[in-house]
């Protein structure tokens, strides 16, 4: 006997392109193409979340990749989560000082107010810092009321702004979660571009009610922890597959002569592990040391939003 | 509920009567993009949830909204490379948002078979009038869209009834992708004098299980697909086998997997003087006239036809 009502078989958003209004249907072989100042075919973004894992999570309205997982007080996890904040992290700024990288640094509010010195020395060493939510236990989800996610939201601004006197408009949601009104509201708060969606390889308009967003595309399927933790493989598997993504980024470049995007999330308590940080400096620089291949920021993947 | 589906016989890999695909190949072989949609906001069924965070989980529909919009068109190209012709597993919504993406696919002269609606609507709980309501849906769509009489189907996201296979017999579909019991073709026990046959899918080299199962790395994929399918060839000079890649643009199309695919669907598509690159409904359609009934003569004289149809072991109404 069923017990589906007979509104399962409606299909109301059946229609020509998404079933939401932020984007068009654009396959990527129609966009017009894209350069960058400099030429550069293929572009590296290298995005470094910096994040506070409580030691007594809600885990409402889920628990965020990288929280505290053994009864209360799981003091393994809150130390090797507060290490990559403390090591990894630095061993990280060395890195990309030494290969020149220019990276971005995406600073939860609860970080910047705990370490505020973290956030400035990012800064002095010339990276850009984005905003990542207040912490990873502020999970952004349709549950939350206007007034709580714009707390949220200016909290967190407000908070890296007096650590380091920068009001970020770029955005990374916590966990990468959103409510159904969070882009408007990101947009609404001074938010110009986000990278939580991972819809495209190439940077979209993204429409709110409250105006436009950036989009930009950051992979989930090739970062650390999606190759290193959720699926178990060795450095120099994941080092093989970032190679093998940069060859054929930037030969589909040159056929489609329009820059391509090799996108990799790092966190420092994954990546920044001694034994781990040299295989991603190899990495890294294997992408760099290819011809025609260059770091990207935020500015230049905004500026190169189509109209 | 019945311990055992009773949906096709015991029917043991030893001795059995050859196949002999077109040509005298040994493989006959076959890729299966699945073209599919996940909604952003799903009703719920009470079987099973659609996403694992509350909506709208972004992070896993962005990613399969990133296999039409990039993914599906860098795996199109790697196929086109090699002449290969994809029988596709569609989202029959995908006609209506996606057309773009089914022009591309009817240039190519791809077949259609139905993957459901949506990959976010489940069989389960469906009552037969629902059901028959999908698969009437799932005929005429793509007949109007395409100008195709789907032949095959693929019940979405795997989800089925006790009566899923009786209706296809019933719809005059030929094939179905849903049962992974065997690496050839064989007869189902279905209702009514209509005949369907289950189609080798591969199960285990799809990409879904590959990375969202085995977490494996795309070298060691393309490795798993040369190795299945140097071992499919050998035992096809004995008797004709079937291999199926089924594929997720969202997942083999990222930069870092495409690469690798390609090198072995490049081995594989070397050797056609052994291999019948073809579709799924060609395949279907050579076995039932040339081997069904040899099949079903096999399984008689072994002594294992047993009685009744699908989830009717006693047969009767």
């Known amino acids: 006997m069923s017990i589906l009502p007979d509104s399962y078989f409606t299909y109301a958003k059946r229609h020509a392109g998404p079933d939401h209004d932020h984007y068009p249907a654009s396959p990527i072989i129609d966009r017009a193409p894209i350069t960058l100042p400099g030429g550069s075919s293929l572009g590296l973004w290298v995005v470094v979340p910096l994040e506070f894992f409580p030691l007594n999570p809600s885990g409402q309205p889920f628990k965020a990749p990288g929280a505290m997982q053994t009864p209360y007080p799981d003091l393994r996890h809150y130390t090797t989560r507060d290490y990559g904040n403390r090591v990894g992290a630095y061993r990280l700024l060395k890195l990309f000082g030494k290969l020149g990288l220019r990276a971005t640094f995406a600073v939860q509010g609860a970080v910047a107010d705990r370490y505020p010195e973290l956030v400035r020395d990012v800064l002095s060493d010339g990276h850009d810092i984005c905003a990542h939510g207040w912490d990873t236990d502020s999970l952004h989800h349709s549950g939350l009321s206007a007034e709580v996610e714009d707390g949220y939201i200016t909290r967190t601004l407000d908070t890296i702004q007096t650590a380091c006197g920068y009001r970020p408009d770029g955005w990374l949601s916590p966990a990468r979660a959103e409510g159904f009104a969070t882009p408007a509201r990101l947009a609404a708060n001074g938010i110009n571009w986000f990278a939580d969606w991972a819809h495209d390889d190439l940077p979209t308009r993204f429409r709110t009610e409250a105006g436009d967003l950036a989009a930009l595309p950051l992979s989930n399927e090739l970062d650390d922890w999606q190759i290193l933790i959720n699926y178990t493989r060795p450095e120099h598997e994941w080092a093989a597959q970032v190679a093998d993504a940069a060859d054929w980024l930037l030969d589909e470049a040159g056929r489609f002569n329009s820059l391509r995007l090799l996108t990799l999330t790092v966190r420092p308590y994954v990546s920044g592990l001694p034994y781990r940080v040299k295989a991603l400096g190899d990495s890294l620089k294997g992408v760099l040391d290819r011809a025609r291949a260059a770091g990207v920021t935020p500015r230049d993947l905004t500026r190169a939003l189509p109209a | ?317």
Not at chain 2, 207 to 224: C, E, F, K, L, N
Not at chain 2, 234 to 260: F, K, S, W
Not at chain 2, 309 to 315: R, V
């Open chain 2, 1 to 317: 509920m019945h311990s055992d589906p009773n949906l096709y016989d015991f029917w043991p890999y030893r001795d059995r009567p050859k196949i002999t695909w077109p040509g005298n190949k040994k493989v006959a072989f076959w890729v299966a993009p699945n073209i599919e949609f996940y909604e952003l906001d799903p009703p719920v069924n009470p079987s099973r949830k659609p996403w694992g965070r509350p909506h709208p989980d972004i992070v896993p529909y962005s990613a399969r909204d990133w296999g039409n919009r990039v993914g599906h068109w860098r795996l199109m190209e790697v196929m086109d490379e090699f002449k290969v012709r994809g029988s596709i597993s569609l989202s029959v919504a995908m006609l209506d948002h996606h057309p773009e993406i089914i022009r591309a696919c009817v240039e190519r002269d791809w077949e259609f078979f139905s993957h459901g609606i949506y990959n976010t609507r489940y069989s389960y709980n469906m009552n037969e009038a629902q059901e028959r309501a999908v698969l009437e849906d799932s005929i005429k769509s793509v007949m109007d869209a395409t100008g195709q009489r789907i032949r095959g189907y693929l019940a979405p996201a795997l989800t089925h009834t006790e009566r899923t296979l009786d209706l296809l017999a019933e719809y005059g579909f030929w094939y179905s992708c849903d049962l992974f019991q065997d690496d050839q073709p064989q007869p189902l026990k279905v209702k009514g004098g209509n005949r369907l046959i289950s189609m080798p899918y591969s199960l285990e080299v799809n990409d879904v299980i590959t990375y969202g199962v085995y977490h494996q790395s795309p070298r060691a994929y393309a490795d798993a697909l040369m190795r299945h399918f140097d071992q499919l060839l050998e035992e096809g000079a004995e008797t004709g086998t079937v291999m199926c890649i089924p594929l997720h643009a969202y997942l083999v199309g990222h930069p870092h997997r495409i690469g690798p695919f390609r090198e072995a669907l490049r081995y594989i598509t070397s050797h056609r003087d052994d291999v019948w690159v073809t579709t799924a409904k060609e395949i279907a359609e050579f076995y039932m006239a040339n081997h069904y009934d040899q099949s079903l003569a096999d399984i008689a004289r072994r002594g294992n036809a047993r009685p009744g149809t699908g989830f009717n072991p006693q047969g009767g109404l």
